[in-house]
């Protein structure tokens, strides 16, 4: 549930679920917040509950400003390997020993996104060693796991601290946790709730009967627009290869190399780049479902293809009709390679899907390249 | 909103009938709707929707869910950082990678 906001299409993993009975106390060398002194520095800690397996960090439903700054700041890929919350029990309003368990991961956007919808709920809270990693992909991974789950259980002694055996897990944990292992071992029912946290509140009022529409997910423009900004930011080392790269050769002309004409040329190779990264990584993103064909390589490099007879038409394109021509390949090329990496981002695509996808566009992007650069070769030349 | 597609052709789920008790665990921890309980039976409604997360695999308490879930994720540029690294798809690790944050 913590997942339904960023998420990719993670969902497998080759984890050997090797379950153990018996754990170690602390063997992660992670703080157990059931066995330790409450932490006072985390400010979403607001007191503490005492259970028959000790006191138990109270946190708060609400959010404040701290936390939709951090949110914000995830968004935009700042500091984000530093947001998580240790990994341990916490309590939601004034559980009791009949109170329901949630379970989400210890990134924080999932954390917060889970109490913020248990506001006005009593209830217990268990987070697991996802290393910082939404529902989703640690379930692809194997850390949202049957493994970590059951470890977690002991290692906080829920069945000291209530007497029932039910753990509502979010849906998307399901790739990584094999509830009817969790049963043998633990003896704890898994209830898979819905997929997004919003959900929840519906989800016990139904009384913990996922409906159709909160098990499916979604991608709709929303979703898609959310990634976006991240993904600005994580492409952000192609667009500057690709620019300094091509400033560089750009140097190059009929009498050998010239500083000056590299430096005169990064502004407009610049534009050029930039057609490229915001046809691949805000365009084809934000009208996947309109775009003709499944491939999202080709989705891009038919957005790229028209950002740039575009700019072509209106007269944007700086040089000759040569250049203008290479300057169209390059987009389409740059714009399909950027499309292609959003697979990862979409929720739909599976392994072996995208790497059949992979093996004809690849050969098609570097082509593409290929044909701008002869194209440069040929107005040099001339 | 009508439902994006890829790839169907690649997919290997299968549901092995004779091994399946019709429990519906399935039909719960997918999420794209492609298994439907109907008149006490399981079955696939929408392959084509698969996207190989390995869910309904995992959960089945019978075994009777045929799925090559691969080795990584739907993803090209873990395939790629993969590549680079030789080894499997991966998503660079919990502090980097674009998608799994
Ligand atoms: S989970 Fe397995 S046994 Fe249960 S309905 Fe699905 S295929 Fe059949
Ligand atoms: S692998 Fe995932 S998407 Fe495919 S049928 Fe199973 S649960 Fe559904």
């Known amino acids: 549930m913590g997942c339904s906001d960023q998420k990719c299409g993670c969902g497998n993993s080759n984890e050997l679920v090797s379950l153990q009975l018996k754990v170690p106390a602390n063997d992660y060398g992670c703080k157990t917040p059931s066995n330790d002194p409450v932490p006072t520095s ?55 020993d009949r109170s329901d368990i949630f379970v989400t991961a210890n990134y924080k956007f999932s954390f917060d996104l889970v109490r913020k919808n248990l506001n006005g709920v009593n209830a217990w809270l268990l987070v697991l060693d996802t290393k910082g990693v939404n529902v989703w992909c640690a379930a692809g991974k194997g850390t949202f796991g049957t493994k970590e789950l059951v470890r977690r259980i002991q290692l906080t002694s829920l ?36 997929v997004r946290a919003t959900d929840i509140p519906a989800f016990v009022q139904a009384n ?45 002309n009929a009498n050998g190399y010239s500083m000056q004409q590299a430096l005169r040329n990064i502004v ?27 491939n999202f390589s080709f989705k891009g490099l038919i ?55 992979m093996k004809i566009a690849i050969p098609v992007q570097v082509i593409f390249g ?11 030349a001339i | ?5 890829y790839f169907s052709e690649v997919l290997t789920l299968d ?21 439907e309980l109907k008149d006490k039976k399981v079955r696939i409604i929408g392959r084509d929707f698969c996207m190989e997360c390995g869910a309904c695999k995992r959960n089945c308490p019978q075994g009777a869910i045929v799925l090559d879930v691969g080795d990584g994720c739907g993803c090209a540029a873990g395939i790629i950082q993969g590549a680079f690294n030789g080894t499997a798809p991966t998503c660079g690790g919990p502090d980097k990678g674009t998608c799994c944050n």
């Open chain 1, 42 to 96: 985390k400010p979403y800690i607001i007191g503490g509950i005492e259970t028959r397996a000790g006191e138990i960090p109270q946190i708060s439903a609400r959010l404040d400003w701290k936390d939709y700054l951090g949110a914000f700041k995830v968004r935009w890929g700042i500091r984000r390997d530093q947001y998580r919350v240790d990994p341990g029990l916490y309590a939601v309003g004034i559980p009791n």
């Open chain 1, 159 to 194: 069945d000291k601290v209530v007497i029932h055996r039910r753990l509502i897990l979010p849906q998307l944990g399901a790739t990584g946790v094999a509830a009817h292992l969790v049963k043998e071992v633990s003896g704890f029912t898994v209830i898979y709730g819905p």
């Open chain 1, 208 to 252: 913990y009967k996922a409906s159709k529409e909160m098990r499916r997910v979604k991608f709709d423009w929303y979703d898609r627009l959310k990634l976006v900004p991240n993904d600005i930011i994580y492409n952000m080392r192609y667009l500057l290869t690709m620019l300094i790269v091509i400033s560089v050769l750009s140097g190059i």
């Open chain 1, 268 to 294: 407009p190779i610049a534009k050029i780049v930039a057609a490229g990264y915001i046809a691949g990584i805000v365009f084809t993103p934000l009208l996947l479902p309109y775009i003709p064909t499944r």
């Open chain 1, 303 to 357: 957005l790229g293809a028209i950002v740039s007879m575009l700019l072509f038409l209106n007269h944007s394109l700086d040089g000759g009709l040569m250049v203008n021509f290479a300057e169209i390949f390059f987009i389409s090329s740059f714009s399909s390679f950027l499309a292609m990496n959003f697979t990862g981002a979409s929720t739909y695509t599976s392994l072996a899907g995208v790497k059949k996808e």
């Open chain 1, 370 to 380: 290929a044909i701008a650069v002869m194209l440069l070769v040929l107005e040099i």
């Open chain 2, 1 to 5: 909103m009508e439902r994006l597609r």
């Open chain 2, 15 to 35: 549901l092995i009938q004779e091994k399946c008790n019709n429990c519906g665990m399935c039909v719960k921890v997918c999420p794209h709707e492609v298994f």
